[in-house]
């Protein structure tokens, strides 16, 4: 049935437009380079490649679905579809046949008289009833399951949104550790865990936006003054894109969201890198594209960052934050430097970086 | 049927003065079918502006204002600047598309139309219709001129949500001059359809019971049922928002204890049964058209009553299926959900029993029979993206995307606007004595039909590919569907002024001489083809002329 659907439906169509691959997909190693942590964990969302096509294709609900709910969404739509293409194709084709068919030839036919027919006017007053029994009993069922809590919600990833004009605050409660603007402004995408449930529990801070992200299959307004959620399961490793749903001022249109789904391991070591973020903001301002990078003055700011604790996750998050700060910044437009001299900059600041680290490191 | 010579003169002025001063249910229909031609380019050329801005993504934001400051002309990021601008061009194009298009171009034809179908010699107020009419001209001064005061027009969209509208309150008076607006509007639909019950009731001529009258005034009657029940409810929405912006109150506010969820039930009480009132009396007229080129009676009047009535009824109960994402309970959404479906039982029986009533005649293909066809095909297109939008699973994916705007478009556009068009050249003879060119009429039709199918069916395909609404810069994955999209606008803009054009010539052509230019009256026996064109002042001097045609 589904396959069924999938040739007759139009909307296949539509939505191949939408749909070439997912991203790049991430094998599980135990010790990621930060280049490859930075290109897994702070895609550019709006990169293009050689040919002006978009690097990670916006997906969809219906072509790609990513999550359990996005699946079931769109196997639910198919089955909708099968049922309902009928009552779009039947009438066009027979008002094509009676167009052709009654036209007027001038050869002096009278037109028929007959001005109603029970039968018939039962007859289709009837079964379009009965499709809507149809349709309505599984939808609803679907409906049920979206609206209840996850099956496995003792595991589940718990954040909390938080929607303000232009952008979006995420909170994994667990932890209470933060996502929001990287040090370009720019929205950062919310790190999720495959085949792990995600609930969204979202507030506004002051308009109504809405949270969407089509590959999981879920739209919910963010309203201020009460909370809504949404619960879904990725199911897909890769970048998904989507933006707000809601009218929300001038920014609106601007609005972006994204989200990377990662494995367990990548996730776990995600949130071991944001547990140090705050720490590292001194060193990052030694080493900015405008700052002076004082050796000297790196090397205390180090060894402070290191008094906290030495480990490797936490070496591995100064590295990581200032090489994702550099690829964030290249992003968005300077000023005096173009992307390439940011770029530039930022491989000889993480080289300085690295020799003060290892010189620190050796030192005890 | 000449103009009778027992009337009293009852012309107090002529020229200007006379158009000011009339009462006349005629020249008020003409007025109102002019104003709303005019207020239609506007918005054409504001939904233009739109698609210029959506013609290129933009998308990449930061690419876009890095080619600024690099001094680089983006020649179509009109508003890349200014987006607050992008949403106020959204918003009025809604606002003048809806208020002072749509609803007021059906009540032109009913106005015009509806006492000469009835056998009446002037609606029962004819003050208050001139009023009415009257009363639009301030309303659309209001929110046009509110583009040039402090901060812009209202830049909320067409439902002004709040809290978003309740911002720039005491600064920018864009959205309170919008409110004001929308007062006017609803006060001259209010007085209208109080108008036309009074009258389909009481005015008939002797003989045409109710269910002998013809399908245009049930649809007629309709909905000025719906518009006398729903538009004070929109009222009520927007003076919450008048008050909370002005007078302090917490209506809406949720940091007050406020909350900004009942606004939107409470817009939606009006505003799903209004997209029956931008539909239903075009569902009439398209009954009159196909009938009458089919030289058949309508198929299944009673069942065309009853699914009026039903829809009319149903209209009513669905409105929170605009609001399947705002959390409702789960029960709601599901009541909602199966509520809305089943308007699609009613709306089924009409496509069906259009189709029917062409069965068996012989089809003359002009260009109002052209337009009806039309109707009927992209309405049906339209209908069923609504069956897909009322499943809640679904529409938690769609809602507020391409998608919606596509459907939306297809039912007004498709439907609504291609049934003014098959109106006016049904009518247009009657309405001025004059006929239209034919071959023109039939190219505006095609460039219509073939616009709205590309325009509106690929913004279908855009939102089901993941482009929200109300965006003035996209992801560049989009890029190729807005292309196509624009260009689908395009054909359009260009059959609505050619439509604009041939009217405004249309005066220099010959007068005609028969009642019935058609040809069609020996089958609908409908009253407005057996007086002259245009009819006399009054109407009808006695009792209408024919014996009262059984519909069924």
């Known amino acids: 049935m589904r396959r069924f659907a999938l040739v007759f439906s139009w909307m296949f169509v539509a939505m191949s437009f939408g749909s070439v691959a997912t991203g790049a997909e991430v094998a599980p190693s135990a010790t990621p380079s930060v280049d490859t942590l930075v290109k897994t964990l702070n895609p550019d969302i709006f990169a293009l490649d050689a040919n002006q096509r978009p690097v990670h294709a916006i997906t969809n609900v219906f072509t790609s679905p990513a999550s359990d709910i996005a699946r079931d969404v769109a196997s639910n739509n198919w089955y909708n579809l099968a049922i309902y293409l009928p009552f779009l194709i039947l009438p066009q084709l027979v008002l094509l046949f009676a167009i052709y068919r009654f036209r007027d030839r001038k050869d002096g036919r009278k037109p028929a008289t007959f001005t109603g027919n029970h039968t018939l006017e039962i007859v289709w007053t009837a079964i379009p009833c009965l499709a809507l029994l149809a349709v309505v009993v599984p939808a609803w069922k679907l409906l049920w399951k979206m609206e209840l809590p996850p099956a496995g919600i003792e595991r589940a990833v718990v954040v909390e949104v938080r929607g303000k004009e232009f952008a979006w605050d995420y909170k994994y409660q667990a932890d209470n550790l933060s996502i929001g603007q990287d040090v370009a402004g720019i929205q950062e995408p919310l790190v999720l865990e495959k085949d792990r449930p995600a609930i969204l529990n979202m507030t506004s801070n002051d308009v109504n936006h809405a949270w969407w992200v089509p590959s999981f299959g879920v739209k919910k307004d963010v309203i201020i003054g009460r909370y809504t959620n949404v619960w879904f399961t990725p199911d897909t490793l890769g970048v998904f894109k989507g933006q707000c749903a809601e009218l929300c001022g001038q920014g609106h249109g601007i609005m972006w969201i994204s989200s990377v789904v990662v494995d367990s391991e990548m996730f776990k070591t995600y949130r071991e890198l944001l547990r140090h973020r705050n720490d590292t903001v001194k060193i990052w301002n030694l080493l900015a594209p405008a700052a002076v990078a004082d050796d000297k003055e790196l090397e205390s700011q180090v060894a402070k960052y290191l008094e906290k604790g030495r480990g490797a996750g936490r070496v591995l998050a100064l590295k990581y934050w200032i090489a994702t700060n550099y690829a964030s910044i290249a992003r968005r437009h300077q000023p005096d430097l173009t992307s390439a001299q940011v770029l530039e900059r930022g491989v000889a600041r993480r080289a300085q970086l690295d020799a003060v680290l290892a010189r620190s490191l050796s030192a005890n | ?520 009256n020996d089958v609908q026996q409908s009253f407005e083809w057996a007086t002259s064109s245009p009819p006399p002042v009054y109407n009808f001097a006695t009792v209408p002329p024919i014996p009262v045609a059984d519909q069924h």
């Open chain 2, 1 to 520: 049927m000449s103009a009778p010579a027992v009337m009293p003169p009852i012309k107090r002025y002529t020229g200007v003065m006379d158009w000011l001063t009339t009462v006349d249910h005629k020249k008020i229909g003409l007025m109102y079918f002019w104003f709303v031609l005019i207020m239609g380019l506007v918005g054409g050329a504001l939904a233009g502006m739109i698609r210029i801005q959506l013609a290129t993504p933009g998308a990449v934001w930061d690419a876009v204002q890095a080619a600024q400051l690099a001094g680089e002309q983006l020649p179509f990021n009109l508003y890349s600047e200014d987006r607050h601008f992008f949403n106020q061009i959204v918003t009025m194009h809604a606002s003048v598309m809806i208020f002072f298009v749509i609803i007021p171009g059906l009540i032109a034809f009913a106005n015009y139309i509806v006492p000469l179908m009835i056998g009446a010699r002037d609606m029962a107020f004819p003050k208050m219709n001139a009023f009415g009419f009257w009363l639009l001209i301030p309303s659309a001064i209001l929110m046009m001129t509110s583009f040039w005061v402090q901060g812009g027009a209202a830049a909320t969209g067409w439902t002004a949500y709040p809290p978003l509208s309740l911002k720039g309150a005491g600064i920018n008076p864009g959205q309170d001059m919008w409110i004001m607006g929308v007062h006017l509007a609803g006060l001259s639909s209010i007085l209208a359809a109080i108008n036309f019950i009074v009258t389909i009731t009481n005015m008939r001529a002797p003989g045409m019971g109710w269910m002998k009258m013809p399908l245009f005034v049930w649809a007629t009657f309709f909905t000025s049922i719906i518009q006398l029940l729903a538009t004070p409810v929109l009222a009520a929405a927007v003076t919450m928002v008048l008050m909370d912006r002005n007078f302090g109150t917490t209506f809406c506010d949720a940091m007050k204890g406020g909350d900004p969820v009942l606004y939107q039930h409470i817009f939606w009480t009006y505003s799903h049964p209004a997209v029956y009132i931008m539909v239903l009396p075009a569902f009439g007229a398209i009954s009159h058209i196909i009938a009458a080129f089919s030289h058949k009676k309508t198929f299944g009047y009673l069942g065309m009553v009853v699914a009026i009535g039903s829809i009319t009824a149903l209209g009513f109960v669905v409105w929170a299926h605009h609001m399947f994402t705002v959390g409702m309970p789960t029960g709601l959404q599901a009541y909602f959900m199966y509520a809305t479906l089943l308007i699609g039982v009613p709306t089924g029986i009409k496509v069906f029993s259009w189709i029917a009533t062409m069965w068996g005649g012989t089809l003359r293909f002009t260009a109002p029979m052209l337009c009806g066809i039309g109707f009927v095909s992209l309405f049906t297109i339209g209908g069923f993206g609504g069956l897909i939008l009322a499943m809640v699973p679904t529409d938690q994916s769609l809602h507020d995307t391409y998608f919606v705007v596509g459907h939306f478009h297809m039912v007004l556009v498709g439907g609504s606007v291609l049934a003014l068009f098959g109106m006016t050249y049904y009518w247009w003879p009657k309405m001025t004595g004059r006929m239209l060119s034919e071959t023109t009429s039939k190219w505006v039709f095609w460039l219509m039909f073939w616009g709205t199918m590309i325009t509106f069916m690929t913004m279908h395909l855009t939102g089901a590919a993941g482009m929200a609404r109300r965006v003035p810069v996209y992801y560049a994955d989009f890029k190729i569907l807005n292309h196509i999209t624009t260009f689908g606008y395009a054909l359009t803009a260009l059959s609505s002024l050619i439509l604009f054009v041939q009217l405004l010539l249309s005066y220099r052509r010959p007068k005609i001489t028969e009642d019935d230019p058609w040809k069609i």
